[in-house]
């Protein structure tokens, strides 16, 4: 290829046949989801109600590879393989010796990698009977996800999305219409769960963990429902592993290996999908990247949360995950990353930082908005909120380069789009963007609320 | 390439590295553009207080091939080659037996066409010296795509968009901010036709014919600055031959022949943009397709305007253009394709249109709305309400193709995505959106007012 190169494309045909398990990669394997009642080890029976056998069967698989369904890579090929960029005008515009690479995802045609999760995930229950799956939102990229998912499978979706959302950003919910899903303002009316919380608050603001557990109460009392999350859990990360693989071949293609690899970290799907099949060529001893998380200084889950068992939604009804936790009961000030925004994170991630393979830094998203800014200016696409701190993590890795003189190669998870999220950046030209001293007492006390097994 | 393809990729090294133009290979060449004083032919000299002499010596070339710059490839690299896809899922929902490929130009920053000619616009000014831009917009695909350009060349950018489309969709605004450009609603209270406009009418809603007027002033009076025009002149569709150049090479990776050739015709840049290098092909003997411009039933320049010489915009400062027209003071009804809501039609597709070589259909926008949102749901795209037209047409010709069983391949060009259009589609889903008779009357009143040259 030759070396003036902008994107590097690979063709359909190349797009990656199987998805990559880290598991058994590991020196030791994360702890198991326990019950909440038996503090037992979940097994796939407790998952049966929310979740199709072929999933559940991934989420424990011990397998490295699982083969990707033929009828999964005919969606997938609608937008994948994604490019691979390299960030020329960015790295011109920043002065810095590095050279920076991203993986786009915002070509999907939801905007954003869900749906790399949510098309296998509606084919898997679409393939055992279901006919309807229910899910949260935040912002609403993971639900217009599950939405065109569900469209191509013919099944439906109905989604809870928190109601702060719902009422500032109407188009997502347009967006998922247009797909054919129903949506309902969480807390709502149509659950018991949610029709308590509105009796309190008829203007309650809604939250993840209370719409994950209106999804889920709707799942569990119908047996042709299933329930669907966008991210933390194990097969999530798996099906996004697909992004780390396209990237390896496309980094291959134009001779580089990266030093540092930096994503953004909210439920962990995005960093995972893109840090795994890297973390095995580190394992084996192939290349050394850094491995960097980010996530925002007013959620700051891995920076400053424990890692301890805690619940994934409000209401208390999800088994128990080992995982750096804020508390099940955090509520993360209103910034504009509402895709990070979760008080959790991934139990596989959690466990890979606590083997010290990866580095974690927070940061304020006022910085995050400069750096999206920039990127847009420099690169044209207009990122989401969320990856803007990959970006701004990125920014600052370049310019220590600039400072050291080293070329480095940084590659990093441009997960979605801003099409959308255009108000925040309208607030931020305006200078109406907040940042959020999270203060240490407020999170001591939203940790105490998470159990305490001995 | 296997027979199973959906998206027909070609590598970044593909990029085309010439423009086409048609006209030396026309039967005989448009007629030009005359000074609205003399009635004498406009030469370079009476465009240059509007144009750089580069896009002027474009506008009037006689060359068939015009070479493009590296420093503008090296910025459409940033999302070209764009895909060609096969609408599989389209087809099988239709249960017909055609072929249907589209071009997808909606992976461009700012999600449509228009930055093929953004770009190498703000090239050839920013080359000469010229430190700012003017435009017009309607609903803003083209100041967004301007204010993207113009941020890669470090020039200014001015937009005057349509009052209405301002009020009604702040978001195109942000995202042209976000690029660094000054938006003002048209009419503004910047230029002297613009405060004569305020004065009569607070709440002006704007049209475009009003924004080109203010836009062009703003540049003529300034040495430094100059206008950009995102459609209509040969120059801007000598820039969009790049989707037909691409399109060409997909369509033969993959062994085929298009016999139907379908694209919606605003001011004709998209639509010229994918047909012309076909034209080449099928004046040359080479290919046969039938070349069918699709236009909105409440704006049927082609179907239901006179061809005659006419201005450009409202306040009749434009050089008169043999074109097909509506009349310069032609207010379209509010259909929600803002970019198909021009009075006039690009003089060479409507040169081309007279020789015989397209045909021409106009379609109710609900008929268009119908099949964006099935089309969404099959192919995953959300499009905008402009190609929805193109989208319809193909869909028609689609299930003609099932009534005779004939197995026709249809190409038609998707120019860009509706992530920024939701309202409309949210209007849809609601049954709110209208269609509008445009009676023999207000026609023949409209047309009244094109001058009669003798």
Redo the contacts between chains.
């Keep these: 290829?030759?070396d003036?190169?902008?994107?590097?494309?690979l063709?359909?045909?190349e797009i990656p046949t199987q998805w990559y398990n880290v598991i058994p990669d590991l020196p030791e394997p994360p702890p198991p989801p326990l019950h909440p009642g038996t503090l037992e080890p979940a097994g796939p029976d407790d998952l049966a109600p929310l979740f199709p056998m072929g999933l559940i069967m991934q989420e424990v698989t011990g397998d490295s590879y699982v083969d990707i369904p033929g009828a999964v890579i005919?969606?997938l090929?609608?937008?994948r393989p994604s490019p691979l960029?390299r960030a020329r005008?960015l790295e011109q515009a920043l002065d810095t010796p590095a050279k920076i690479f991203y993986k786009y995802e915002g070509?999907?045609?939801a905007?954003s990698h869900k749906p790399n999760t949510a098309v296998p995930q509606a084919y898997y229950n679409h393939a055992e009977g279901i006919t309807k799956l229910t899910t949260e939102t935040g912002a609403g990229q993971w639900g217009s996800a599950l939405a065109?998912a569900c469209?191509?499978y013919g099944i439906e979706c109905e989604v809870w999305q928190v109601a702060a959302s719902y009422r500032q950003k109407?188009?997502r919910k347009?967006?998922m219409?247009?797909?054919?899903a129903t949506v309902h303002p969480s807390p709502s009316n149509v659950t018991d769960y949610g029709r308590s919380l509105l009796a309190e608050d008829p203007d309650h603001p809604g939250s993840l963990g209370i719409a994950i557990s209106e999804a889920i109460s709707m799942a569990a009392a119908n047996p042709n429902v299933r329930y669907a999350l966008g991210s933390v859990l194990n097969h999530v990360l798996l099906h996004q592993t697909i992004i780390g693989e396209e990237a390896l071949r496309q980094l291959a293609m134009v001779g580089e290996t990266p030093d540092v690899l930096v994503g953004c970290t909210g439920g962990g799907s995005n960093f995972g999908g893109l840090a795994l099949p890297f973390l095995r060529e580190k394992l084996a001893g192939r290349m050394s990247p850094v491995i960097r998380c980010v996530e925002p200084a007013a959620c700051p889950t891995l920076t400053r949360g424990v890692y301890r068992y805690d619940f994934g939604d409000t209401a208390r009804t999800t088994p128990l995950l080992k995982m750096h936790t804020l508390g099940h009961g955090f509520i993360p000030e209103p910034i504009h990353a509402g895709g990070l925004r979760y008080h959790g994170m991934s139990p596989l991630v959690s466990h890979i930082h606590e083997l010290g393979l990866t580095e974690a830094v927070a940061i304020d998203q006022s910085e995050c908005f400069a750096a999206g800014?920039q990127f847009?200016?420099?690169?044209?696409?207009?990122p989401a909120p969320e990856p803007t701190h990959a970006i701004a993590a990125t920014v600052r890795e370049a310019l220590a380069c600039k400072q050291s003189g080293q070329s480095k190669t940084i590659l990093t998870a441009l997960c979605g789009?801003g099409?959308?999220d255009?108000?925040s950046?309208?607030a931020y030209?305006a200078g109406s963007i907040a940042d959020f001293d999270l203060s240490d007492e407020a999170l001591a006390k939203s940790i105490q609320a998470v159990p305490v097994l001995t």
Tied chains: 1, 2.
Excluded: C, K, N
Aim: glycine fraction near 6%; proline fraction near 6%.
């Design positions: 290829m030759a003036d190169y902008y994107r590097v494309t063709p359909e045909s005919d969606v090929r609608l937008w960029m005008r070509v999907s045609p905007g065109f469209a191509q109407p188009y347009t967006m219409e247009v797909w054919g800014l847009a200016r420099t690169e044209g696409i207009v789009h099409h959308l255009l108000a950046y309208e030209i």
